[in-house]
C-alpha cells in the first residue's frame, strides 16, 4: 500500500469496554510499532513487532493492553476494560527491517475517547 | 531513568527568523537520532536522523541538526523559517541496536506572516 493504514480513526467508547484498533503496515516491512500520545505529551513506545521474534512488550502500561501480528501484515492492538486514563491518539508506525537507523513511517492514528 | 527532554514546548516566531529547538538525551552508550515533524492535519514525518559519521546532519526543507556527543544533544536548526514550517516537532532517540523510539513531549512551532 502507499503507506501505513489505521483504523478506526475516531473511536469513541465506555469505560468497562473492549477496543480494538487496526494497522495495515506498509507492504514489505518486517517491523512493525505501537505507540500512543496522550494529550499534551509526546509519544510513548508501547510494542514492537519484528519478523518473526519475539514480540518487545515493555512498554505495555498494563495486561490490559495486548497486540498481535498476523506474520509481517496487519497488526491488531486490544485494550480490555477500557479506562478512561487510555483516552490518547494510538499511532502505528513500520520500518523496513527493524534497526535502529530506519525510518519510521506512522499512520494517521487512532483517536481514542473513554468516557 | 533513560529521557528525551525537549526544551521548549511552544514557540513563535516570525516569518525569515532563524529556529532552534533544544533536544538533550540521558542514554549512554550508542544511539540514533531523529527528529520527526508533524504538520497541521499530517502523519508523522522524518525531517532527519543522525546514524554515524558527520555529526552536522541535514534533512528536508532546510532544516539541519547538530549532534554533540559530549553534550548529549542533538539541536535543530533553521536559518530562516517560513510559514509552512508550522508544525510540532518531535526529537526522539534509538538506543542500541533496533528501532524502537523513544520520545520527547514536542515543540509546537507556529511562525506568523
Known amino acids: 500500500g502507499a503507506g501505513v493504514s489505521q483504523s478506526p480513526s475516531n473511536k469513541v467508547t465506555e469505560k468497562g469496554k473492549d477496543v480494538e484498533l487496526r494497522c495495515d503496515p506498509i507492504?514489505?516491512?518486517?517491523?512493525l510499532y505501537w505507540y500512543r500520545q496522550r494529550l499534551g505529551q509526546g509519544l510513548e513506545f508501547l510494542i514492537y513487532?519484528?519478523?518473526?521474534?519475539?514480540?518487545?512488550k515493555s512498554g505495555l502500561p498494563s495486561d490490559r493492553f495486548s497486540a498481535e501480528r498476523t506474520g509481517e501484515s496487519v497488526s491488531t492492538l486490544t485494550i480490555q476494560r477500557t479506562q478512561q486514563e487510555d483516552s490518547a491518539v494510538y499511532l502505528c508506525a513500520s520500518s523496513l527491517l527493524g534497526r535502529a537507523g530506519d525510518e519510521q513511517f506512522f499512520g494517521p492514528g487512532t483517536r481514542l475517547t473513554v468516557l | 531513568a533513560q529521557s528525551v527532554s525537549q526544551h521548549n514546548h511552544h514557540v513563535i516566531l516570525s516569518e525569515a527568523a532563524s529556529l532552534e529547538l533544544g533536544c538533550n538525551y540521558s542514554?549512554?552508550?550508542?544511539?540514533?537520532l531523529f527528529w520527526y515533524v508533524q504538520y497541521p492535519g499530517q502523519h508523522l514525518q522524518l525531517l532527519l536522523k543522525?546514524?554515524?559519521?558527520?555529526?552536522l546532519v541535514k534533512g528536508i526543507k532546510g532544516f539541519e541538526a547538530e549532534f554533540i556527543k559530549s553534550k548529549f544533544s542533538f539541536n535543530l536548526r533553521k536559518p530562516s523559517v517560513q510559514w509552512s514550517d508550522t508544525a510540532e516537532y518531535f526529537c526522539a532517540v534509538s538506543p542500541g541496536s533496533w528501532g524502537k523510539l523513544q520520545f520527547g513531549a514536542g515543540t509546537q512551532v507556529v511562525v506568523t506572516p
Open positions: 543522525y546514524f554515524s559519521g558527520d555529526p
Open positions: 513487532f519484528q519478523g518473526n521474534s519475539a514480540p518487545d
Open positions: 507492504s514489505g516491512h518486517t517491523a
Open positions: 542514554y549512554g552508550g550508542t544511539v540514533n
